[in-house]
């Protein structure tokens, strides 16, 4: 059986085989938009590999053929002083699962082939800060533990020295000096974490079968921390909490992928990018444009652009919900993109029961304990808890808001269990944020000056302290955190959600939903649902 598939225009294999990422990467070919090259493990290796226990055979020596036409395609050699070639190395399954599996960055940056790659661009601190985020990744893939990049003060040859020796620690062997063996480590990594905890828990909310497995999409690295002009982000190409037509996003200077969903750094917004590299906005912009008419659907990219040259890294549809799902379907069937049945079909209940998102009333927003971005609409009341442990513990009890200063996929759980969402870093695109509009929980990110794990294990902000356990409300449309249970109003329905309805009754029949219990804006739109699924 034949385990890895060159990614290129041709592969025409579904994404139960491919994976949604590598799926994504296909089309991206097809529309002939910029993709590193790479190739893709299937699924069925992953599944073979979590049956025995060990990658199936012969999977090893697809590797090294594929890595080579990889460095021959290229100009580069993995591994070598001479123009390394490094490689990225991240899961892919047929259902987007964002976050829940490992990833490994710059792969193949030997010691040496980070001295070559100092070489080759003249440029020691970004080979040195290139080699350390492979480190880094690495040891987080194969152990699930988590290695700052800068342990030390001082040189940043110490740095690596010191992450390499705690991830050899960690693993209890020394990180492989062969390119070859890391590869074959980091996609025995990425299968394993398809089974972790974090990731168990997700498929269990989503209803995504545990028997599926993971893709594992291996492409050329791309350097978003290359220089001053090069940096990485993710785009929307509609508002995902509002479905306004308008790209969307974080963006990062000087650094990769990881830095972004991590949370860990403030990310200025995606329209910076306008005026700071208008070359790569113009192409990232005119990208959304041909992948919106390719889904006929609003959509999400990871991208990087290094040295002012724009690259794809991922793209999917952008399931958005609520008010946004509301927008989105009507303005796309507006446009003439889709059908006024497509647009039905393509919002749920749920989502027009989410339409009239409640707010915190003005009065008690207008000094709330903090303030950040809004991430996921609604209001959501509960105690303090400051771990995902805690979170898990405490809402056996009742409902609990999780404060983190970032979330990580080793937060799920306390994701799940939570009723809202606060950090006090990262911004729209972060790992908290994504997160939460998958569960449709309501969430705050990036809140200024709050401060997780203060005195007694609470949070500091607006000069005070608040212990864990205390009553908070997080408005994850303005972005406030207030104490208490504060007074709460029902949000208007908009013009959107009243063309739709219109259409439903259309559909329906006007009488139709008052044979559904309550009568309701979200019956009018399932009777019209069971009208269209009936007649085919």
Known sequence: MRWVRPLSARLAEPAAVLGAK???????????????????????????FLREGRLPGGLRQELAAAVGDLAAATGRRFGGPDRPLA?????????????????????????????GLAAETGDPGFALDSRLRFLTTFGAALTGAEF??????GPAEDAVAAVEAAVARRCGRPVPHDPLDQLAAAVEAVFSSWDTPRARTYRDLHGIPHDLGTAVVVQAMVFGNRDDRSGTGIAFSRDPTTGERTPFGDVLLGRQGEDVVSGREPTPPL?????????????????????????????????????????????????????????????????????????????????????????????????????????????????????????????????????????????????????????????????????????????????????????GGGIRAGGRTVPEGTLVAVDGTGGEIVLGRPPVVAGAADAHLGRLLTWADAVAGADAASDSPGGDDAARLAAAHAVLRREG
């Open 148 to 153: 700052p990049r800068d342990p030390l003060h």
């Open 22 to 48: 590598a799926h994504g990467l296909v089309a991206l070919h097809r529309l002939g938009l910029p993709v590193p090259p790479g190739f893709v493990v299937t699924t069925g290796a992953c599944r073979a």
């Open 87 to 115: 490689v990225s190395v991240r899961s892919g399954a047929g259902v987007s699962m964002p976050g829940m599996m490992s990833t490994v960055l710059n792969l193949g940056l030997t010691a040496e082939a980070a001295a």
């Open 271 to 455: 329209r910076e990018l306008r005026a700071r590299e208008p070359g790569v906005w113009a192409a990232l912009t005119g990208a959304l444009a041909r992948i919106e008419d390719h889904y006929r659907d609003a959509c999400y990219t990871e991208f990087t652009f290094e040295s002012g040259a724009l690259w794809l890294l991922q793209v999917r549809p952008g399931r958005f919900t609520g008010a946004a799902a509301i927008r989105v379907a009507a303005d796309l069937a507006d446009e003439g993109a889709i059908t006024r049945d497509e647009a039905l079909l393509r919002v749920s209940p749920e989502d027009v029961r989410r339409a009239r998102t409640p707010r915190i009333a003005a009065s008690a927003r207008a000094a709330p304990l903090a303030r950040g971005v809004g991430a996921c609409p609604g209001v959501a009341v509960g105690r303090i808890a400051t771990t995902a442990e805690a979170a898990v513990r405490m809402a056996a009890d009742g409902p609990v808001v999780l404060v983190r200063p970032e979330t990580s996929p080793h937060d799920m759980r306390g994701l799940a269990a939570a009723a809202g969402i606060a950090t006090a870093r990262g911004g729209p695109a972060s790992h908290a944020a994504v997160v939460a509009r998958t569960l449709g929980t309501p969430a705050v990110v990036g809140a200024a000056g709050l401060v997780v794990g203060a005195e």
